[in-house]
């Protein structure tokens, strides 16, 4: 029961197909410092003004390299992570406004499915017992036949034995763990599913069955997915729409198709131009562009466009100096689904702009008081770089 003070607060995007209305969302993580009072001595910017529509029934793919801010843009979904500035609409309820027993009840619509199961599933419980847990606290463990009944369905549904029911996680593979992880997130009947590096942690071989058994699930199951990957190829098929982001704000969105079709944001571009081709005459001929420089700290990122310091086409005028919006380029035939966030796409697309060799700028990390750690996990996008 919800007072009038917590009732969920009614948004523009109620009852349209919109599921997820991310809006202007931003989460800096204070950097603290002191033996006795912790002094803020700087933040983190790792998501810093992102705009973000997912409709229901969508698959939306988010990648970029690592540290870009995509696990942080996922948890402030979730609420895990409250956002810094900005609004995380869900089915229509600003979910900052939720408290108490509506919060509760709206957690159970978004699930979460995590890159190693191993460690999100308790390895002392049951198969049976971890599927039965997420249901009994949200009241779908009624009763003891139809619960029976629906682990059953639920286990057949990502391909698993009933036998399964009466094992522990260590008894499977990597794959069946996986499985099990997306059969816990299930079992509570959710609308949205953020599924954060689902099959990074899996043999290549077992990779493409996770990412398709995803697929399968999704019309069975009436289901939503966010869908978060440092790995292109992985979110390619599955995605009908694709966003890329780096150091904290979105950098291109398009169609999966559109995306790899033509790609306009020269980090985009880059990215692409890294993943080799099956085709040996079209791998031959393919010209690859190199980065150089490293990823800058999102502690102190660059100014203006925040890829200018690695930009092959960086500008003498705007791009250290004015943040590019995300915005439909003034092109023939674009469509209104790819959006870029780069002063010069049009020129650089017509090839009136070409792309120079970049003298690396040194980007000074701020002294965090964390050493030589930039806050940064391994490098993955950039390693084919
Ligand atoms: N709780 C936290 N406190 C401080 N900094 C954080 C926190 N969580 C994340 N960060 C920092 O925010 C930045 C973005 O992290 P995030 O985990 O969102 O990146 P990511 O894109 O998911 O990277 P990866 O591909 O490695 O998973 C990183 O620099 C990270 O170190
Ligand atoms: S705005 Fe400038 S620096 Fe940024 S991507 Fe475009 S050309 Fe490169
Ligand atoms: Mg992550």
């Not at 202007?24 to 204070?30: D, E, L, N, T, Y």
């Not at 895990?80 to 939720?98: F, K, M």
Request: charged share 25%; with cysteine.
């Amino acid at each position: 029961m919800t007072d009038t003070a917590t009732a969920p607060v009614p948004t523009p995007s109620s009852g349209t197909d919109v599921l997820v209305d991310v809006r202007g969302v931003k989460v800096h993580f204070p950097i603290k410092r002191g033996v006795i009072f912790d002094k803020v001595i700087g933040h983190v910017y790792a998501v810093d003004g992102v705009d973000l529509q997912i409709r229901r029934g969508e698959t939306y793919g988010l990648v970029g390299e690592s540290g870009c801010g995509k696990s942080t843009l996922g948890k402030a979904i979730l609420n895990l992570e409250p956002p810094t500035e900005g609004s995380v609409v869900i089915d229509g309820t600003d979910i900052a406004s939720l408290q108490g027993e509506e919060l509760r009840r709206r957690r159970k619509d978004i699930q979460m499915v995590f890159q190693d199961p191993m460690s999100s599933l308790d390895p002392r419980q049951s198969v049976e017992s971890l599927l039965v847990e997420g249901m009994r606290a949200h009241g779908l463990d009624t009763d003891g036949a139809a619960t029976k009944k629906r682990l059953r369905e639920l286990l057949a549904a990502v391909g698993l034995p009933p036998a399964a029911l009466m094992k522990y996680p260590h008894e499977f593979s990597g794959g069946q763990r996986q499985r099990i992880g997306i059969a816990r997130a299930l079992s509570v009947e959710p609308k949205l599913i953020v599924a954060d590096e689902p099959v990074s942690a899996l043999d290549v071989s077992v990779q493409a069955q996770v990412i398709n058994l995803l697929d399968d699930l999704q019309e069975e199951f009436d289901l939503t997915y966010l869908v978060i990957a440092h790995d292109l190829a992985v979110v390619r098929h599955i995605s009908d729409r694709i966003g890329v982001m780096y150091l904290g704000g979105m950098v291109e969105e398009a169609t999966a198709d559109d995306l790899y079709a033509q790609p306009l944001h020269p980090y985009t571009r880059a990215l692409l131009s890294a993943v080799p081709v099956p085709d040996p005459l079209v791998e031959d001929a393919r010209e690859q562009i190199l980065l150089t420089g490293d990823l800058p700290s999102p502690s102190n990122p660059p100014s203006g466009c925040r890829f200018h310091t690695r930009c092959p086409w960086r500008q003498e005028t705007r791009c250290d100096s004015e943040r590019p919006p995300l915005r439909v380029l003034d092109l023939p035939g674009m469509p209104a689904t790819h959006k870029v966030a780069c002063h010069f796409a049009e020129g650089i697309e017509r090839g009136e702009i070409r792309p120079h060799t970049v003298t690396p700028v040194l980007v000074e990390p701020m002294d965090d008081g964390l050493g030589d750690d930039p806050f940064m996990g391994p490098a993955s996008v950039t390693e084919v770089l």
